[in-house]
């Protein structure tokens, strides 16, 4: 996966970062923070991305949303800067997870930011059993052979016009590659052509980063 904007690289890439976004301060100190841990620091979305889905809380004046994969609480906290807003944020990784709660502290967010340490299956379950959802906007960025599952459960519980992101529907290209048939790339597959012809929604995939879907439900 990439948390950069396909097709976009050294200086151009760097031009791009300088103009086209502007990024806390806090944001930039949690993106250094998770670098630090290696590998799955690749995990993490990119700062335009954040910009992006920051600018579109904005935009529909979302106040509730679900995050189904937290990491380091990037993607929340660019969020929760962006408004208002009442983040229902699951993940699986204390780990990760205590490096997003002591950011969220650090920038006066954490009241609004409720974490779900548990699958996102079980979280999603459990708002549609006590019908506590209602969300205008939710996140998808976790396991990706369980995005189908997360897909029909969000649908369920984004309200009429919400917005569903869904994040590495371009996965590093391997998609197109008719060789590599590994779990989460069929997964991801069958998502994107599911998706498409899916009259319960409208969609538009957005080439940011590893790709981002805009699902809206009618």
Not at 175 to 188: G, H, M
Request: proline fraction near 2%.
């Amino acid at each position: 996966m990439s948390n950069k904007t396909i097709g976009l690289d050294g200086a151009l890439y760097d031009y791009y970062c300088s103009v086209a976004f502007r990024e806390a301060d806090i944001l930039k100190e949690l993106r250094a923070e998770t670098t630090k841990l290696g590998g799955p620091s690749a995990m993490q979305i990119g700062p335009e991305q954040g910009a992006f889905m920051a600018m579109l809380v904005k935009l529909m004046g979302a106040r509730h949303i679900l995050e189904i994969g937290t990491f380091t609480g990037y993607s929340a906290l660019a969020m929760a800067l962006a408004g208002d807003v009442q983040i229902i944020a699951a993940d699986v990784s204390k780990e990760w997870t205590d490096v997003a709660r002591r950011f969220w502290s650090k920038a006066g967010v954490a009241s609004r930011v409720d974490l779900r340490l548990a699958p996102g299956t079980e979280t999603i379950a459990a708002l549609l059993k006590d019908k506590s959802g209602h969300f205008d906007l939710m996140f998808i960025d976790a396991d990706k052979s369980s995005y189908d599952t997360y897909y029909e459960g969000g649908l369920k519980l984004l309200r009429s016009g919400g917005l569903m992101l869904i994040d590495n529907v371009l996965w590093d290209g391997k998609l197109v590659d008719p060789t590599v048939n590994d779990e989460d790339s069929s997964a991801l597959r069958a998502l994107n052509a599911k998706i498409v012809a899916d009259t319960r929604v409208e969609i538009c995939m957005v080439p940011i980063c590893d790709g981002l879907s805009m699902v809206r439900k009618k």
